[in-house]
């Protein structure tokens, strides 16, 4: 009798301390009364090995039941707790320093392409898209290359389905514009363009150019070097310098690449340039009659000039990086500096 009221007495007490409690560390609290190492009910537990051994059995069961009653009623009452009040409305540590939240930037070639563009839109030119899957037609046969040409070869250009590919380059969007509308013509074409290539500090199956097309009566040579100059100095800075070197390429004639000279060594030399004071960022040319034709524009009446830019070609030597594998692996502690 006298076990069974000493039961009693404590479960009532509990259920009244568990009611009145309104959080969760004062259940806590009531736990460590009751159950913890020095608790009331760990103690009674020690206790039985000073009783008769005939009382033994009886108070250790009932005590055990009672350990087992009071934890279902904690955890009840915790549940109770959480679900009409809020943790945080029960304590809320003004001093702990606040979860940083990162703004959002734009990538660094991102950034570059806008500048890109920015400048060309100053000089008159307006942005023209395409589309990154293309047909042989205006990857390679408008263009001019010819039906061998090395880079039509499936180890340079990923091709799909239905005689689709990704466009090696952004001159396609040059034959699309000039299908759709007649000279003057001065657009830029910024986009991805994809190549079978290595992924290592200087190659990515994946990458970026912005074109350009002018096309109207009377375009000379002396406006393509004169505007592709205003361009690297817009860029790259004032005191740079161009140097227009005769190359090839099959919708062009004659044709160039465009060297800078190097923003770091200003043509000493270093590890960006590679030692040469200067950096190549562009194919250009004049536009080949051969892709005047491809269009249904007379030749003897429109002349022009087009270039392909590299954006990574652009961007490295802008912000000094070294690997190009860095403008796509995503990894923050690289674009966190931009
Ligand atoms: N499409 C060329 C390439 O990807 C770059 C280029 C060269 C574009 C000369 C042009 C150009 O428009 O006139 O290598």
């Known amino acids: 009798m006298n076990l069974k009221k000493e039961?009693?007495?404590?479960?009532?007490?509990?259920?009244?301390?568990?009611?009145?409690?309104?959080?969760?560390?004062?259940?806590?609290?009531?736990?460590?009364?009751?159950?913890?190492?020095?608790?009331?009910?760990?103690?009674?537990?020690?206790?039985i090995k000073h009783l008769k051994d005939e009382e033994k059995p009886l108070y250790g069961k009932e005590l055990n039941i009672l350990k087992l009653t009071i934890e279902e009623e904690?955890?009840?009452?915790?549940q109770e707790i959480t679900k009409t009040v809020k943790e945080e409305e029960q304590f809320f540590d003004w001093t702990m320093p606040g979860d940083r939240r990162w703004l959002g930037h734009l990538h660094p070639l991102t950034?570059?392409?806008?500048?890109?563009?920015?400048?060309?839109?100053?000089m008159g030119f307006t942005v023209e898209l395409g589309p990154d899957v293309e047909t042989d037609f205006y990857n390679f046969e408008a263009?001019?290359?010819?039906?061998?040409?090395?880079?039509?070869?499936?180890?340079?250009?990923?091709?799909?389905?239905?005689?689709?590919?990704?466009?090696?380059?952004?001159?396609?969007?040059?034959?699309?514009?000039?299908?759709?509308?007649?000279p003057p013509i001065r657009i830029i074409s910024p986009g991805r363009c994809y190549r079978v290539d290595?992924?290592?500090?200087?190659?990515?199956?994946v990458f970026h150019q912005v074109e350009g097309l002018y096309v109207d009566e009377n375009v000379s040579l002396s406006d393509l070097i004169g505007t592709l100059d205003i361009f690297a100095k817009a860029v790259f800075g004032s005191s740079t310098r161009t140097k227009f070197v005769p190359h090839f390429f099959p919708f062009t004639e004659p044709s160039a690449e465009v060297l800078v000279s190097c923003p770091f060594?200003?043509?000493?030399?270093?590890?960006?340039?590679?030692?040469?004071?200067?950096?190549?960022?562009?194919?250009?040319?004049?536009?080949?009659?051969?892709v005047y034709r491809s269009?249904?524009?007379?030749?003897?009446?429109?002349?022009?000039?087009?270039?392909?830019?590299?954006?990574?070609?652009?961007?490295?030597?802008?912000?000094g990086i070294n690997d190009m594998r860095l403008f796509f692996e995503n990894d923050l502690r690289f674009t966190k500096q931009f």
């Not at 609290?29 to 913890?36: A, D, E, M, T, V």
């Not at 904690?74 to 915790?78: D, H, L, M």
């Not at 043509?267 to 040319?285: F, N, P, R, Y």
């Open 7 to 47: 039961i009693e007495d404590i479960k009532n007490e509990i259920s009244r301390e568990l009611n009145l409690s309104t959080s969760k560390k004062e259940i806590e609290n009531i736990r460590i009364k009751y159950l913890g190492r020095k608790g009331i009910i760990t103690q009674k537990l020690k206790n």
């Open 143 to 182: 263009l001019n290359f010819p039906k061998n040409h090395p880079s039509r070869d499936i180890q340079d250009t990923f091709y799909l389905e239905n005689n689709l590919l990704l466009r090696t380059h952004t001159s396609p969007v040059q034959i699309r514009v000039m299908e759709k509308i007649k």
């Open 265 to 290: 060594c200003k043509e000493k030399g270093c590890s960006t340039c590679k030692h040469t004071g200067w950096i190549e960022i562009l194919g250009c040319g004049m536009v080949h009659p051969a």
């Open 295 to 319: 269009v249904g524009y007379d030749p003897d009446k429109y002349s022009g000039f087009a270039f392909g830019l590299g954006i990574e070609r652009v961007c490295m030597p802008k912000y």
């Open 74 to 78: 904690i955890a009840k009452r915790g």
């Open 198 to 205: 290595n992924f290592d500090s200087s190659h990515s199956p």
């Open 111 to 122: 950034t570059t392409m806008d500048e890109i563009v920015e400048v060309f839109l100053r």
